[in-house]
């Protein structure tokens, strides 16, 4: 069955500094890989997303890389903000019209003025 | 802007009882999805359905089930509701054909004692 690592649980970095949480998915099916920002008390938001035919996209100060051959793929923020402490979770969809998402258990990043 | 709307921000109930949650969206989605979040573990997914009368079970369908009698509504429900089913309770909704993208309801805090 479909199931996604995620790393680190916890991540705590300097404002300024970058960070990148690593995920990494079991069906060879997937083909398509979200990331989710949860801001506290708040519902989880679509940040960024790439599908299966791209290597590489960027938005801003984020940018998600995917790797089939080794199937993982990574988040990376730059110039990291105070706004950017939330759990973030990367997500694999399985194939289908229903687009059905695994997610990964969440890493709590904070961003330390 | 899409409106994914939970009848409760937060539920107290009994061992044993039984115990619905309601979930509506404005968006005329087709697929709505139920997912519990826990500490630790990440967003589950428990049922999902991807048409009106429709319902597939997801990874932890255990001691639920669920109703989709209209488009918009989707509710899950706790036959008998026991202590480990405390937990958040998201619903998301998404439509086919416009991306994989989730719309998620603010979340349900149920606690069972």
């Known amino acids: 069955g479909e199931n996604v690592e995620q790393h680190p649980s916890t991540l705590s970095v300097q404002e300024g500094d970058s960070a990148v949480i690593k995920c990494t998915y079991s069906d060879s099916a997937s083909n398509y890989f979200p990331w989710y920002k949860q801001e506290l008390g708040k519902r989880p938001q679509l940040i960024i997303d790439?599908?299966?035919?791209?290597g590489e996209k960027k938005d801003q100060r984020i940018a998600v890389t995917l790797n089939k051959t080794a199937k993982h793929f990574s988040l990376h923020i730059t110039e990291t903000q105070p706004e950017d402490s939330a759990v973030y979770f990367c997500?694999?969809?399985?194939?289908?019209?229903?687009?059905?998402?695994?997610f990964g258990a969440g890493t709590r990043l904070a961003v330390h003025p | 802007d899409v409106k994914v709307t939970q009848s409760s921000r937060y539920l107290v109930k009994r061992t044993g009882e039984k115990v619905f949650l309601e979930c509506v969206q404005d968006?005329?989605?087709?697929?709505m999805f139920w997912y519990r979040q826990d500490p630790g573990l990440g967003l589950r997914l428990i049922y999902f359905s991807y048409d009106v009368k429709m319902k597939e079970k997801g990874d932890i369908p255990e001691g639920y089930s669920v109703s989709r009698e209209k488009k918009e509504r989707f509710s899950l429900i706790l036959e008998s509701a026991s202590t480990s089913q405390t937990s958040m309770y998201l619903c998301?909704?998404?439509?086919?054909?416009?991306?994989?993208?989730?719309?998620f309801g603010s979340g349900t805090q149920l606690s069972v004692l």
């Open positions: 998301a909704s998404s439509s086919t054909g416009q991306g994989e993208k989730l719309f």
């Open positions: 997500a694999e969809g399985v194939g289908g019209g229903y687009n059905k998402l695994i």
């Open positions: 968006m005329d989605h087709e697929n």
């Open positions: 790439i599908r299966s035919n791209v």
